[in-house]
């Protein structure tokens, strides 16, 4: 089966993320069987619904501060 699109990017992703965070081969081997199941695409996967989940709560603090500003002045 040939990998799609977003499988090819998630994986690169993936790849670069442990590299930056790790730095070394044995570290990012070690983390990625114990916590990603030996895919670089699970740890794009996990580096994306971080980062969306990130954003999701700057929208939900702005759209609160937002409320509150209008209402209190």
Do not use: C, H
Not at 4 to 13: A, F, G, Y
Not at 42 to 62: C, I, K, P
């Amino acid at each position: 089966m040939m990998p799609t699109t977003i499988d090819i990017i998630l994986s690169s992703i993936g790849k670069q993320y442990l590299y930056l965070r790790l730095r070394s081969q044995e570290r990012v081997v070690r983390e990625l069987e114990l916590k990603y199941e030996g895919k670089y695409k699970n740890a794009g996967l996990s580096l994306l619904f971080d980062l969306l989940m990130a954003l999701a709560v700057v929208v939900v603090v702005s759209v609160v501060a937002a409320i509150l500003y209008f209402f209190v002045s």
